[in-house]
């Protein structure tokens, strides 16, 4: 089930993440792992994270690789290390929806988000390389933590995508 898309203004949000590249096979075995990692790095910082964790997709191309970070929000940008990437989604408008349901219903959750946007003129903020399409912010927000919810039918995911500035 997915909500209704809307445009909303984000402020800017500073993050930690370890940031691959995986193809679409690969992804599912890499998403729990990495973002172990990077909560286990925070805490040993004495930093808690400000929110859900998410998955940031830079550099999309669905038949080879997609160049992703997952990540924690945190309250401040730290200082990295060369496995751990920090950095800030930008702030400004971002379309985006709710989504509930087992992760695999994620990728038509995307599609919903992505034709909406299209059917309604939307511009995203990004561009296309000849590695895929760039954004500036798209993001997937693991809201209901599955350790803590184990009916998959129950759990949230936000999906949004940043919306290029208005000329």
């Known amino acids: 089930m997915v909500t209704d898309p809307k445009i909303a203004p984000r402020p800017e949000q500073p993050y930690a993440s370890i940031r691959t590249q995986v193809t679409m096979d690969e992804f599912g ?13 925070l805490k040993q910082q004495g930093i808690a994270p400000t929110g859900a964790p998410f998955i940031r ?8 690789k997609l160049d992703v970070e997952m990540g924690w929000p945190t309250e401040k940008l730290l200082t990295g290390t060369d496995r751990i990437t920090t950095d800030v989604l930008p702030a400004g408008n971002y379309a985006a929806l709710l989504y509930t349901g087992h992760y695999d ?6 599609r919903v988000l992505i034709e909406w946007g299209r ?11 000849p590695k895929g399409d760039v954004f500036a912010g798209r993001v997937e927000n693991y809201i209901t933590d599955p350790g ?3 009916d998959s039918s129950k759990w ?3 999906v949004a995508i940043k919306v ?4």
């Not at 997709?57 to 080879?64: K, L, R, W």
């Not at 219903?105 to 995307?110: F, K, P, V």
Request: charged share 25%.
């Open 119 to 129: 059917d309604n003129h939307i511009e995203w903020d990004g561009s296309t390389s």
């Open 164 to 167: 290029a500035d208005k000329k």
């Open 57 to 64: 997709y830079n550099v999309i191309d669905m038949a080879a």
């Open 156 to 158: 949230e995911t936000e």
């Open 29 to 41: 075995s890499v998403i729990q792992p990495l973002h172990s990692e990077v909560m286990q790095w």
């Open 105 to 110: 219903g994620l990728y038509d959750a995307n």
């Open 148 to 150: 803590e919810e184990p």
